[in-house]
């Protein structure tokens, strides 16, 4: 299921995110940004949290791999909402060592179904952007000499989840939330995409991973 648990529908689904009870997750960090919504990271899926212009030192996306992103420079995105207690924790490890505090916590306020219909027909220029980041880390070699730049390993792992979301879940997660924040249901139009090249190149992950 791609839906949340109760416990975190709770915190986070809610009009008003219930930071408070991020303590439980990440000791006494405090998230006191107050949005920036109007300059959002277009890959960014839908829900309460949200980032714009994180660092790109590649630290967000080993914290949370399930769940944080990186477009082709390494700023940070929300790929996939936290289901769980421990992707909601992960999420926040993420948060707390972003630099510029571009991690934000009030998409509930600005998300409407209409704007959420919109950016899931945009689904197809999405995918074809992280394929081309999911196979430009296939190809990077094993050590990296980029300082304070990326990650200090490739991680294709994280681009094949991404687009393993987008097969299997995000459609089913984003109709539930239009109507938790509208409370009237509504149906996408299904996301048909030919995944061949992702195919491919999740074949060659794994053949890569068998060889190490």
């Not at 179904?113 to 220029?125: A, G, N, T, V, Y």
């Amino acid at each position: 299921m791609a839906i949340p648990s109760k416990e975190i529908e709770k915190i986070l689904f809610e009009q008003t995110v219930n930071t408070e009870e991020f303590v439980r997750f990440i000791g006494n960090f405090k998230f006191t940004n107050h949005g920036d919504f109007e300059n959002i990271n277009w890959l960014n899926t839908p829900g309460p949290i949200y980032t714009s212009n994180t660092d790109n030192c590649g630290t967000g996306q080993v914290e949370a791999m399930n769940n944080v992103g990186g477009d082709e420079d390494y700023h940070e995105v929300i790929f996939k909402q936290p289901l769980t207690e421990q992707e909601l924790k992960e999420i926040l490890t993420a948060a707390s060592i972003d630099p510029y505090d571009a991690y934000y916590f009030d998409g509930n306020k600005n998300w409407t179904s209409k704007l959420i219909i919109d950016w899931w027909s945009k689904s197809h220029e999405r995918i074809t952007y992280i394929l081309d980041c999911y196979q430009y880390e296939l190809n990077l070699p094993d050590i990296l000499d980029r300082p304070l730049y990326g990650p200090r390993i490739p991680i294709p792992e994280n681009y094949k989840n991404w687009l393993d979301f987008y097969q299997s879940g995000l459609k089913e997660y984003l109709e539930w939330y239009m109507t938790k924040i509208n409370t009237y249901p509504v149906t996408l139009n299904e996301l048909n995409f030919d995944w061949t090249r992702k195919n491919k190149l999740d074949n060659l992950l794994k053949s890569k991973n068998t060889h190490i």
